[in-house]
């Protein structure tokens, strides 16, 4: 018998889920159904679309369309009916299951602030979360001279050198001592701060909104302090809320996200959740290699492709997609935990390194400015290799010798295990294996692989293991 497999957003980790149960055998019809009306896109590449550094089409993610798979976009699910295993939608349709999967993601918050009703937002105050908002962003932006961006968080630093890219004198207001508190100590938020001040972006720190006033000319922003600060527009970048309106309406079991186990079921056999609408091990990932890494899990279980399979959360690491300023953060670098310390600070050149050890094993890194290391530091940590004696290597960023604890940058050097690919949790054995079996090329490899389809982060790398294979390839024949 045919099953009926629904998922419910077409975001990030539904239109992954489609790709996933499509390259799997199997009699089974998927049904995709997306409330906005785009295509799939790459929601993380949004703020490079912001500074105008790429296009819409290079957004698309092409795995949802075709296929194979009954795609609607334009079409909210207003409720599920788990007693006749049924979806609704906005235009009436019951839309029957035997599996249904919530991969609804998140929603942009709107803080509770006077002047701001998060169903009426006036046309120059926008969140930063969908391919609208970006573009409301970028026509708000265009002739206007300055903006303001609330929250100076990861995504919010991101929007504010968009911004001030797309030329507008740009203020993050936060309302903490630090930026990205979450991922960085007070030292890092300064020097980060003096980076952005050198790349157009004034930081107002300790300081909480207290309220709007807009129009279609321009926004006041009312601060605690008494002051005002006027723009063109407001980018409100103040986190996000998981989007669990459906599960809880269900009666599925709902804390902070849709509450899952280890093979993403919610307490409802017949009912799983991905990505940032889910909540795994009292967990929130809010990030999109779980959110991939979750779809790749449930889609072996769901076709019995790997009926054992079960989702493991990986070490994560946050990095800054902002042109001029290099930042990676991971683990526990702001040190609630007991471990080693070290910390190197050169505000002048904008550069900034802790990494955090415990039993030679590195529990937490920031690296901020030009660290050549920072591959290295990253492997070292996601590996959970010891690492090397002389630690200034990997605080400095000096170029560091080929020993068996510290991965080098050469890919003849690397392990095969390394992860080169953060996002498609994609290694470096996975790729020579791609091109040995006939990928040739960049785009080759990457279309087999995945491996550089998410922040994109990594292309450099993944051509540079090309080219290597390439070169060796080439010595062989010679020979
Ligand atoms: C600007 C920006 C930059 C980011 N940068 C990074 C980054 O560098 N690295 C990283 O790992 N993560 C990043 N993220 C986070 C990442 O995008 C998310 O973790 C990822 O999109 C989660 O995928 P998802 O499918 O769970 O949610 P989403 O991608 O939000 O998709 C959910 C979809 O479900 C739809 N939906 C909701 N309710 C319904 C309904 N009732 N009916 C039908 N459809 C519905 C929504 O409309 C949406 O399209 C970024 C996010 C943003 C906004």
């Known amino acids: 018998m045919t099953t009926r497999i629904v998922i419910i957003g077409n975001g990030m980790a539904g239109a992954r889920l489609a790709g996933e149960l499509h390259a799997r055998e199997g009699d089974r019809k998927v049904t995709v159904l997306g409330a906005e009306p785009h295509r799939a896109y790459n929601r993380i590449m949004l703020s490079t679309l912001l500074a105008g550094r790429i296009g819409e089409p290079d957004v698309e ?8 798979i009954d795609l609607r976009t334009g079409v909210p699910v207003t409720a599920v009916d788990r007693p006749a295993r049924e979806v609704r939608t906005a235009d009436g349709e019951r839309i029957p299951y035997d599996h249904l999967v919530l991969a609804t993601g998140a929603r942009a918050v709107v803080p509770p602030l006077p002047g701001l009703d998060p169903a009426d937002l006036p046309r120059r105050v926008v969140p930063f979360r969908t391919l609208d908002d970006c573009r409301r962003i970028i026509a708000a932006a265009d002739g206007a001279r300055s903006a303001l961006v609330l929250g100076g968080g ?3 630093l991101e929007a504010a ?8 004198t740009t203020t993050v207001v936060h309302h903490t ?4 508190e979450r991922q960085l100590d007070p030292a890092a ?3 980060l701060a003096g980076t952005l001040a050198g790349l157009g972006v004034t930081v107002q720190l300790a300081v909480p909104a207290t309220g709007v006033v807009a129009d279609d000319t321009g926004v006041r922003l009312d601060l605690a302090d008494g002051r005002s600060l006027r723009a063109g527009l407001l980018v409100l970048s103040c986190g996000v809320r998981p989007d669990t309106v459906l ?3 269900a009666g599925l079991t709902v804390r902070r996200g849709v509450v899952v186990d280890d093979r993403l079921r919610t307490d409802d056999r017949n009912i799983s959740a991905i990505g940032d609408c889910a909540e795994h091990d009292d967990a929130l990932t ?8 979750q779809a790749r899990v449930l889609a072996d279980v769901l076709t019995g492709t790997d009926p054992l399979a079960r989702y493991r959360p990986r070490p994560v690491v946050t990095r800054l997609k902002a042109a001029g300023i290099d930042l990676a953060a991971m683990g526990d670098a702001v040190g609630g935990e007991p471990g080693e310390e070290l910390t190197f600070t050169d505000p002048a050149r904008g550069t900034y390194a802790r990494l955090r050890i415990r039993d030679e094993r590195l529990i937490g890194a920031i690296l901020l400015g030009d660290n050549p290391a920072v591959g290295t530091v990253i492997q070292l940590f996601d590996r959970g290799h010891p690492v090397p004696a002389d630690r ?5 960023g000096r170029a560091l010798g080929a020993t068996a604890a510290a991965p080098a940058a050469s890919p003849a050097l690397m392990p095969d295990a390394a992860t080169v690919c953060q996002c498609n949790a994609v290694t470096k054995g996975a790729l020579v294996r791609c091109w040995r079996s006939g990928a040739r090329t960049v785009d080759a490899v990457v279309a087999a692989t995945r491996a550089g389809t998410g922040c994109g982060g990594c292309r450099d790398a993944v051509g540079g293991i090309v080219d290597w294979l390439s070169e060796a390839e080439s010595v062989e024949v010679t020979r």
């Open 189 to 191: 938020g300064a020097v």
């Open 247 to 249: 599960a809880r309406a």
């Open 154 to 156: 990861l995504l919010g």
């Open 286 to 293: 809010g990030l999109v290699a779980p959110a991939w890494a």
């Open 177 to 180: 001592e630090h930026l990205m």
């Open 61 to 68: 993610l092409t795995e949802a369309a075709g296929h194979g």
């Open 161 to 168: 050198r968009g911004l001030a890219t797309r030329g507008l």
């Open 392 to 396: 200034r290597a990997l605080l400095l």
